[in-house]
């Protein structure tokens, strides 16, 4: 049985989403990083970057969110939840790429810097976010999905971060409209329901 660490609301809440649209058979466990439980050397026994997610397979484990949505999706075809053209699919890997290292990061830092951000160090991370904000709403989500007229695994993805932003009351209505969209429509659908509720947490209203 595929066993997937996470922690509720996190970036792992993408693969969780991935496994609910992908009809997958699989069990989650919780991970408490306040409590710093991704530290401990139980967790660390299976992803020593102490990070969440992390997926126990029979084969071994894979870690990264990009690459655990890929996986889950190609191990359930039937699913279409990436593209089936060699080009397309590269395309929403790169999306993928640059939500890992870029998009994240530069939330992660915003939010959850400890200490937190203030000042400069705060407005300069914040206008980096926006800057990426505004590059997804401009450029990168195709509409109505990120890749288009197909949903894909990009798009739990994207969600996962636009309903952090939403939750920190950044995701302006008048500046995003298609991300706003966007996070309203995952947001209706009942595999992304079923991993929310798998979670204990909530889908965030505009
Ligand atoms: N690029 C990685 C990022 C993993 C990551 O940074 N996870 C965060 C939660 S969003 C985490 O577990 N942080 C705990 C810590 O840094 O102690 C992925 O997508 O899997």
Same mark, same amino acid.
């Given at each position: 049985?595929?066993?997937?660490?996470?922690?509720?609301?996190?970036?792992?809440?993408?693969?969780?989403?991935?496994?609910?649209?992908?009809?997958? #058979? $699989?069990?989650?466990?919780?991970?408490?990083?306040?409590? =710093?439980?991704?530290? *401990?050397?139980?967790?660390?026994?299976?992803?020593?970057?102490?990070?969440?997610? &992390?997926?126990?397979?029979?084969?071994?484990?894979?870690?990264?969110?990009?690459?655990?949505?890929?996986?889950?999706?190609?191990?359930? %075809?039937?699913?279409?939840?990436?593209?089936?053209?060699?080009?397309?699919?590269?395309?929403? #890997?790169?999306?993928?790429?640059?939500? &890992?290292?870029?998009?994240?990061?530069?939330?992660?830092?915003?939010?959850?810097?400890?200490?937190?951000?203030?000042?400069?160090?705060?407005?300069?991370?914040?206008?980096?976010?926006? #800057?990426?904000?505004?590059? &997804?709403?401009? +450029?990168?989500?195709?509409? %109505?999905?990120?890749?288009?007229?197909?949903?894909?695994? &990009?798009?739990? $993805?994207?969600?996962?971060?636009?309903?952090?932003?939403?939750?920190?009351?950044?995701? #302006? =209505?008048?500046? $995003? %409209?298609?991300?706003?969209? +966007?996070?309203?429509?995952?947001?209706?659908?009942?595999?992304?329901?079923? *991993?929310?509720?798998?979670?204990?947490?909530?889908?965030? =209203? =505009?």
């Amino acid at each position: 049985m595929l066993k997937l660490y996470y922690s509720p609301g996190a970036c792992a809440l993408a693969s969780h989403i991935a496994f609910e649209e992908a009809g997958a #058979d $699989y069990e989650s466990v919780k991970i408490d990083l306040k409590a =710093g439980e991704q530290k *401990a050397p139980d967790y660390l026994a299976i992803n020593p970057a102490g990070v969440t997610p &992390a997926l126990v397979t029979d084969e071994g484990v894979l870690t990264e969110n990009a690459v655990i949505m890929s996986w889950i999706a190609d191990l359930h %075809p039937d699913r279409n939840l990436v593209p089936a053209d060699a080009f397309q699919r590269a395309r929403m #890997d790169a999306f993928n790429g640059w939500a &890992a290292a870029s998009l994240h990061p530069a939330l992660s830092r915003l939010m959850f810097s400890r200490p937190p951000l203030e000042g400069d160090a705060r407005d300069a991370a914040l206008k980096a976010v926006k #800057d990426k904000l505004a590059l &997804a709403e401009q +450029h990168l989500l195709k509409g %109505p999905f990120v890749m288009g007229d197909q949903h894909t695994v &990009a798009d739990g $993805y994207l969600s996962v971060f636009t309903r952090w932003c939403r939750l920190a009351g950044i995701l #302006d =209505g008048d500046a $995003y %409209p298609k991300l706003n969209t +966007h996070l309203d429509a995952v947001q209706a659908r009942p595999a992304v329901q079923r *991993a929310l509720k798998a979670q204990g947490i909530e889908p965030v =209203g =505009g």
